[in-house]
């Protein structure tokens, strides 16, 4: 776009559009068309996005970063981090590590879940609640692939890459030479 081009068109004017990759997944496809949903596919509309590039600050500073690919899980992924390190006080690695679930507003209710995921206690307290669980390797088996760096107060850094989604990953802190 040209620097001093407007934002948004005018009123009236002709609107042209295009989606990126694979974000047309992000749309709601009711499975009955005569039954609405706010998140259907129409002229007009703009999709839902699951980027979600987190940086949490303590104090003011940063004391953690992190992203994850993914599509529609990538929410869950980031939740799910945060959840597992901050309130729970797991290790980064850990975390990253860590089997997960991610709820997609499935026209059936159930919830995506890796399949590790299935075989732990969790997975039957969420059940016994009457959450249904669908095992996720019928989507490719996996449910984000993060990456993240811990800060800390001593001025160190973590850099931590999933050790398996997506064949691994690589992370490391480079210091200025």
Known sequence: MRQDAPA????GAP????LLNNELTDF???PDPSSPHPNVAEPGKRLRSSMSPTIVLKD????LALGSPGGSTIITTVLQILVNHIDLGLPIDE???APRLSQRNCGDG???AE???LSAPEAEGLASLGHALSDAATLGGEIGAA???RFHGDGTVTAVAEPVRRHGGSAMVERPR
Do not use: K, M, Q, Y
Not at 8 to 11: K, L, Y
């Open 8 to 11: 948004c068109p005018e009123p």
């Open 60 to 63: 003011g500073e940063p004391a």
């Open 115 to 117: 399949t590790a995921f």
């Open 28 to 30: 709601t496809i009711p």
């Open 15 to 18: 609107r042209e559009s295009f």
């Open 147 to 149: 990456t993240a760096l």
């Open 110 to 112: 159930s919830t995506d």
């Open 95 to 97: 975390v990253l590590s």
